[in-house]
């Protein structure tokens, strides 16, 4: 019997997880500058033109490969869910594009700034909402999020020591046990 053939939908799902991961690696290895699409690709195993097809430009690539939310739906469980959160932050904590270092600086201060932070962040807390459950998945989806969002600051922004000076797996395993405990259903 020959292997199962799965639909469209799926093959694209997972060949766009295979490319994000991939993204992902790369980024957190050498940076944004130093990562290129073709590497992405040959490291997902695919054409550099499907990347730019699935995502159109390296820095939508890295939006979307830093997004703090998982790929996969509702049915994922709060212990995989956690660890594509934490999975992230390798990237947040690396080397960010100039682009999003400016967004983050900016965001405090500027309006259409505070708004695009807004509109992004809205999505991921959809996004991450969509994998937790209970009533209040919105809240703790915005919690989680803006925890991620606050790491990265004091490190990227604010260069605070306690964060630059530890390396990143200690920083997730510290993490870990607020993330399970604000993804699984006795919080609600």
Known sequence: MGEKVLPRVERRRRTEGRILDAARALFAEVGFERAT????????????????QYF?????????????????????????LVEQVLGALNLKMGELPQSTLAMMRS???HPEAAASARQTL???????AESIPGEDARLRAALITTIMLGVTIGHQLLDLDELREVPQDEIARVLRPGLRALTGPDVS
């Open 37 to 52: 699409i073709r590497a992405i690709a040959k490291a997902a195993e695919v054409d550099p033109a499907l990347v730019m």
């Open 107 to 109: 965001m405090l201060t």
């Open 56 to 80: 159109g430009s390296k820095q939508e690539l890295f939006q979307q490969a830093v997004r703090v939310t998982p790929v996969a739906g509702p049915d994922m469980g709060a212990e995989e």
């Open 122 to 128: 809205s999505r991921q807390i959809d996004r991450l």
